[in-house]
């Protein structure tokens, strides 16, 4: 069993910068692979962004690459989402998801995701 914690949401003004992580419970961390989704309201929950359990490869939505940076520290079990030049659109709830994947073509699959945490609110406001 794995569980995320999603933590560094807040309010912040278009083009400034913020970075979410997730800690996570149990032994598994280093063998998962780890995804960023977001969720606005009235919307459907998408995927933003995913990193292999080495870290070796990572792979964007087309609407955040060059913007968003993920990462992921095995060794204190916790991946990132560096946010930079946020806009007033990047405002939703941000999930972070664990599953067995290592890459294509499943690592945007919502249902492809054993483990989700509880979100973590970003408000991007003009």
């Known amino acids: 069993q794995v569980q995320l914690v999603e933590s560094g949401g807040g309010l912040v003004q278009a083009g400034g910068s913020l970075r979410l992580s997730c800690a996570a419970s149990?032994?598994?961390?280093?063998?998962?692979?780890m995804g960023w989704f977001r969720q606005a309201p009235g919307k459907e929950r998408d995927f933003v962004a995913f990193?292999?359990?080495?870290?070796?490869?990572?792979y964007y939505s087309s609407f955040v690459k060059d913007r968003f940076t993920i990462s992921r520290d095995n060794a204190k079990n916790t991946v990132y989402l560096q946010m930079n030049s946020l806009k007033v659109e990047d405002t939703a709830v941000y999930y972070c998801?664990?599953?067995?994947?290592?890459?294509?073509?499943?690592?945007?699959?919502?249902?492809?995701?054993?483990?989700w945490g509880q979100g973590t609110q970003v408000t991007v406001s003009p």
């Open positions: 998801a664990a599953g067995r994947i290592g890459g294509p073509p499943y690592y945007a699959t919502r249902r492809a995701y054993d483990y």
């Open positions: 149990g032994r598994e961390f280093s063998n998962l692979g």
């Open positions: 990193i292999s359990w080495t870290g070796s490869a990572t």
